[in-house]
T-cell receptor
Framework: DAGVIQSPRHEVTEMGQEVTLRCKPISGHDYLFWYRQTMMRGLELLIYFNNNVPIDDSGMPEDRFSAKMPNASFSTLKIQPSEPRDSAVYFC?????????????FGEGSRLTVL | GIQVEQSPPDLILQEGANSTLRCNFSDSVNNLQWFHQNPWGQLINLFYIPSGTKQNGRLSATTVATERYSLLYISSSQTTDSGVYFCAVEYGNKLVFGAGTILRVKS
């Protein structure tokens, strides 16, 4: 399998613009996670899905952030409008449930810079 | 919530040296994983280890769940081992990450 695939790898945008990050999980995995990594806060869980259904979005910082998973092979994380403090690396990860969250595999991340 | 503490926060090794990284957690957990983030930012899954000991080449890990800690051993370190090592524990069906140990291996 190709692993978790994220796009874009790098995004530079201006404050106020909409940003859409994309993720393709490993085929057959039924959990999908979105994390954000910053120097100040480390790795934070934003939201996760099980079988395409959002289970916990308590980590989403505010209403400007939204995530969808329309099918088992695709998820998006959208920020609208973006702000400089959203600059971070956003990781998508997936796992195969074993009754717990299972062994987690990460994509290469999307580095977002908001000017 | 659960606290996940990693030590040391950073470590410098000479190539060929051995090291032990520690992860302490404050409550019972369902599982524990170790990850390596390389200098290019990629997060690699090293071990899925809720309990016991596992080995993979020069790396091994031990989790003592009853005492709420896990250890990651790196033997004969190489410059490619440099990066940040994270432990993550499953708590309430979420993975909670520690702050990481920054490892630099010098040639």
């Amino acid at each position: 399998d190709a692993g978790v695939i994220q796009s874009p790898r790098h995004e530079v945008t201006e404050m106020g613009q909409e940003v859409t990050l994309r993720c393709k999980p490993i085929s057959g995995h039924d959990y999908l996670f979105w994390y954000r990594q910053t120097m100040m806060r480390g790795l934070e869980l934003l939201i996760y899905f099980n079988n395409n259904v959002p289970i916990d979005d308590s980590g989403m910082p505010e209403d400007r952030f939204s995530a969808k998973m329309p099918n088992a092979s695709f998820s998006t994380l959208k920020i609208q409008p973006s702000e400089p403090r959203d600059s971070a690396v956003y990781f998508c990860a997936s796992s195969l449930s074993r009754g717990t969250t299972g062994e987690l595999f990460f994509g290469e991340g999307s580095r977002l810079t908001v000017l | 919530g659960i606290q996940v503490e990693q030590s040391p926060p950073d470590l410098i090794l000479q190539e060929g040296a051995n090291s032990t990284l520690r992860c302490n957690f404050s409550d019972s957990v369902n599982n524990l994983q170790w990850f390596h983030q390389n200098p290019w930012g990629q997060l690699i899954n090293l071990f899925y280890i809720p309990s016991g000991t596992k080995q993979n080449g020069r790396l091994s890990a031990t989790t003592v769940a009853t005492e709420r800690y896990s250890l990651l051993y790196i033997s004969s370190s190489q410059t490619t081992d440099s990066g940040v090592y994270f432990c993550a524990v499953e708590y309430g069906n979420k993975l909670v990450f520690g702050a990481g140990t920054i490892l630099r291996v010098k040639s």
